[in-house]
């Protein structure tokens, strides 16, 4: 009788023990899940994030993260998620180029999801919902609102940002997206330049300034849209490599926006690629720059 008892007590207690290490297994393997991913000082990470028509980028260097843009209100949960999945929790900079739907659509939920330290934006207010969200939200966070100088230069881990445009000439032309903040980021030897949808006329005026906009990699302005990236500015800048924030499909059925773009590229034997054919991640040591792109 009593053998029986210490039988079911004993299986009793490997139950619980089993239990317990089951239990501590899924915390741990949880935990795992949301844990930041570490990147090094020394590499820099630039996700170009697949949302159609739409600009949103992160950049990364050792704890640094950053967003420039955030897409479309219709993508702000993929944004989020993405940004989950990286392990993101806080962001030390957000930029919003400038007030357009398909750049701050989703900013208001990244600003309510993610502790964000400072938010960059434009000098050009804007009156549409998503913007007005944008900076209502960020308010109630108590987020810093940033409106930069131009230029002027902010530190970033390892990198450097340098904040070109909008200068005076681009503000007074009145146009929404010659407001855009353009960025110029330089990390060990390699440059990365990033236009959100400014163009000629914010072009012009850099290429006045007599700015250093030689990058290895640019973020083409305006979707590739004609009413953007001169030949002069595309020659000035001397590109390896070009995204273009778009589905390829829009640029071949927008021949007439986006029809000289490509060939021009294509000339001058510069690496495209499109945000429409999948998210983009460009990792650089401060020399060597690689690409992974996940084709739908």
């Not at 930029?95 to 701050?104: N, P």
């Not at 070009?242 to 927008?254: F, L």
Request: glycine share 8%; net charge positive; with cysteine.
């Amino acid at each position: 009788m009593q053998d029986q008892y210490q039988k079911k007590a004993k299986r009793k207690l490997i139950t619980v023990i089993l239990y317990l290490l089951l239990l501590i297994g899924c915390t741990l393997f949880l935990k795992g899940q949301n844990s930041e991913r570490v990147i090094e000082d020394d590499v820099l990470e630039l996700h170009f994030l697949s949302l159609k028509k739409a600009d949103c980028i992160l950049v990364r260097t050792g704890k640094k993260a950053m967003l420039i843009d955030a897409g479309w209100k219709d993508t702000k949960r993929q944004v989020a998620d993405y940004l989950k999945k990286q392990g993101i929790k806080r962001l030390d900079y957000v930029v919003a180029t400038h007030g357009d739907e398909d750049h701050v659509g989703g900013m208001e939920e990244i600003l309510r999801k993610f502790q964000v330290e400072t938010l960059f934006i434009s000098p050009k207010n804007e009156s549409n919902k998503d913007y007005q969200a944008m900076i209502g939200r960020a308010k109630k966070r108590q987020t810093k609102i940033v409106i930069p100088k131009v230029p002027s230069e902010i530190s970033f881990g390892n990198a450097k940002i340098k904040i070109l445009a909008p200068g005076t000439a681009a503000l007074a032309d009145g146009q929404t997206n010659n407001s855009s903040l353009v960025l110029y980021i330089t990390f060990g030897s390699r440059n990365f330049l990033f236009m959100g949808d400014a163009l000629k006329e914010s072009e012009a005026e850099i290429l006045k300034k007599g700015y250093e906009i030689q990058a290895d990699v640019l973020k083409v302005g305006h979707h590739g849209f004609s009413d953007a990236t001169t030949e002069a500015f595309l020659e000035a800048v001397a590109p390896k490599l070009a995204v273009i924030t778009c589905e390829k499909k829009q640029a071949q059925d927008g021949a007439n926006k986006f029809g000289r773009i490509e060939p021009m590229l294509k000339e001058k034997k510069i690496e495209l690629y499109y945000t429409g054919d999948g998210t983009l991640l460009l990792s650089c040591d401060g020399e060597k720059i690689e690409v992974q792109h996940d084709t739908k």
